[in-house]
């Protein structure tokens, strides 16, 4: 049996390059710049805590200066709203507006997510484990957030409420309730579960 070869580093980084280079390569669609769709796609997939401009800008590993630019043209544009925190006056929430959900349903990373989608489950699985994987060595490297989603992060609990309410989960870091359909959100204050995420939520108050 032929012993299989093994694939370095560089063939696996020029793959993921040129699988980037495959989903922006469109240049402009609908009017629209590859930086302006990866926005949209982010407001799309941010949990309330992590639409803002910073948080964009550490997720897409850019300037704030230039985040604020991109963010502002689709505001002009009509697809993202500020909207000013009820809290802290000097910070705002970034928000799709209904143009912006119509227009996503014609996403040209469409084409990828096909190519993804066209894996068998256990593959697609395997793959995204390892793309992550990757990307929480680069973000170690250069000393940034991570990202990712609540249904995997340490910070996860089962609220006290029960499976009944609205809000059955809850993150410990921020002690804010969690909806169900925000735990597969991503967050800017991910951090990887060990273990299970889902765990019992005490009602002591918590500190960040």
Known sequence: MAQQREIGGRAAADLVLRLSRAAL????????????????RYFSR??????????????????RGTASQTVKGLIEQGYLARIPSETDGRSARVDLTD?????????????????????PGRLRGQLVKLLERMLGHVARQRSRPSFGICASCTHLRSHERGRSHPCRYQCSLLNEPLA?????????????????????????????
């Not at 949990?47 to 997720?59: I, K, L, Q, W």
């Not at 996403?107 to 190519?115: E, S």
């Not at 735990?183 to 960040?208: G, N, V, Y």
Request: some cysteine.
């Open 180 to 208: 169900a359909e925000e735990i597969e959100q991503i967050c800017i204050s991910f951090e990887p579960a060990r273990t299970s995420a889902l765990q019992p939520f005490s009602a002591r108050k918590l500190t960040r």
């Open 99 to 119: 143009s912006a959900k119509a227009i996503l349903a014609r996403d040209p990373l469409r084409v990828l997510v096909d190519a993804a989608e066209a894996l």
């Open 25 to 40: 390569g469109e240049g402009f669609v609908e009017a629209l710049t590859s930086a302006q769709w990866m926005a949209l």
């Open 46 to 63: 941010a949990n309330r805590f992590s639409r803002t401009v910073s948080a964009f800008a550490e997720f897409h590993a850019t300037t």
